[in-house]
């Protein structure tokens, strides 16, 4: 009597979706990032990348959403659930603050030239997402990716670090100021908001770069 040896396969693979949506997400983030750059070479076109922006997010929440589902429906998953969750999370923030800076410049008609300081948060948010955009595709293959994967992480360490000096001297600067007319107290007010914003923007990149750490800890 012969046997037919069938091909072993996986009662449980791991959805690989996860890294291909997360993917998209960041690609999202990518093109944000390019238009807060045209931002500053181009402020005329304020409105149209400002639409621009609302759509992007809201095509990224959609891929968050989609990642929920997988998220519901699978069983075995390439990350912890819980990671997965805050991965999803934290690149949300990222695209909803990038969105709300542009659009409270527009809505509270700050005029071009805009100060310096926002060109300083948009080059740090920039090369945030940049690291962030490259760590995403390395991160499925942690084991051959590892150590760039972990100097990433260090770079969003210190991008975050030069965001607080920025933002520091940034509020310093606008608080610091004496002797103002109510309309100047009101672009204060206005900017302080758009500083902040910036800045949360920045501090969500390095939550991202925890992500990656602590994954890269939990798969050593």
């Given at each position: 009597m012969t046997f037919e040896i069938l091909p072993m396969?996986?009662?449980?693979?791991?959805?690989?979706i996860f890294y291909e949506l997360f993917e998209k997400q960041t690609e999202k983030l990518n093109e944000a990032a390019a238009l807060l750059r045209k931002l500053l070479?181009?402020?005329?076109?304020?409105?149209?990348?400002?639409?621009?922006?609302?759509?992007?997010e809201i095509e990224a929440d959609n891929v968050g959403h989609e990642v929920m589902d997988h998220l519901r429906?699978?069983?075995?998953?390439?990350?912890?659930?819980?990671?997965?969750d805050l991965l999803r999370q934290n690149l949300d923030d990222i695209m909803d603050f990038i969105e709300r800076?542009?659009?409270?410049?527009?809505?509270?008609?700050?005029?071009?030239?805009?100060?310096?300081?926002?060109?300083?948060?948009?080059t740090v948010i920039s090369g945030a997402v940049a690291e962030i955009n490259e760590g995403m595709k390395e991160i499925k293959n942690i084991k051959k990716f590892g150590s760039v994967l972990q100097k990433r992480c260090e770079r969003l360490n210190e991008?975050?670090?030069?965001?607080?000096?920025?933002?520091?001297?940034?509020?310093?600067?606008l608080m610091g100021m004496q002797n103002i007319s109510c309309e100047k107290?009101?672009?204060?007010?206005?900017?302080?908001?758009?500083?902040?914003t910036l800045e949360n923007a920045i501090d969500c990149?390095?939550?991202?770069?925890?992500?990656?750490?602590?994954?890269?800890?939990?798969?050593?």
């Open positions: 396969f996986n009662l449980f693979p791991k959805d690989e070479i181009e402020p005329n076109k304020l409105s149209e990348i400002s639409v621009r922006l609302k759509e992007l429906k699978n069983f075995i998953t390439p990350m912890e659930g819980e990671d997965i800076s542009v659009n409270r410049i527009g809505l509270y008609r700050i005029q071009a030239p805009f100060p310096k300081e926002i060109g300083e948060y948009i991008l975050e670090n030069v965001g607080d000096d920025i933002n520091r001297k940034a509020l310093g600067g107290l009101m672009e204060v007010i206005k900017l302080k908001e758009i500083y902040e990149c390095e939550n991202v770069g925890n992500m990656f750490e602590s994954i890269l800890i939990k798969n050593q």
